[in-house]
């Protein structure tokens, strides 16, 4: 069966998918583990309670899957309410964009940012932001695609990847 014939499921992420979740992010930083990223659940210890850390956050975690498999995440994106004091508007942050690579060119990962944007709209948000490590370079050109505008500004975190990541914005 060809991966366009299946129908696809989306939901908001439960804790109970934190398994799923795992998998399906583990599995894309594998992807880049020649370029130096490294998945470790100590870095990310949010993905264990993934619709409580969203909740705590007031934003969600959108979930896509098959009818074949429901249980299997294939694609996630979320967002989480922000206001840090450099941006003096009130926005949102687009997090933990994955889409299984079975699965890229299907039109999901556009699906589901366009999820979180129109939540902006509904939350009358002016502004959404978000942070991309340097080396996904696929989801840079979705998100220039998108509209978003990638900023000056970098930041690099202490992490066993050495991540530098780009800020997007995108007015709403």
């Not at 959404?128 to 509209?147: C, E, I, M, S, V």
């Given at each position: ?82 206001n840090p004091d450099y941006l003096k508007v009130h926005s949102m942050e687009l997090k933990k964009l994955y889409v ?73």
């Open positions: 069966m060809n991966k366009l014939d299946q129908k696809f499921e989306q939901k908001i992420v439960k804790d109970d998918d934190s398994s799923s979740l795992i998998d399906l992010i583990k599995s894309c930083y594998e992807e880049y583990a020649d370029r130096g990223i490294v998945f470790d659940i100590q870095e990310e210890p949010d993905l264990l309670k993934p619709a409580s850390y969203f909740k705590l956050h007031n934003g969600h975690l959108f979930g896509v899957s098959t009818t074949i498999d429901p249980e299997r995440l294939i694609a996630v994106c979320g967002f989480i309410q922000s299984c690579s079975d699965y890229r060119g299907c039109g999901l990962a556009q699906h589901l940012v366009k999820e979180v944007i129109q939540e902006a709209h509904i939350r009358k948000v002016s502004e959404l932001l978000l942070w991309t490590d340097t080396r996904f370079t696929k989801a840079h050109q979705l998100y220039n695609k998108l509209g978003f505008i990638k900023q000056k500004t970098t930041r690099k975190l202490s992490d066993k990847s050495n991540t530098e990541e780009f800020c997007y914005r995108l007015t709403i």
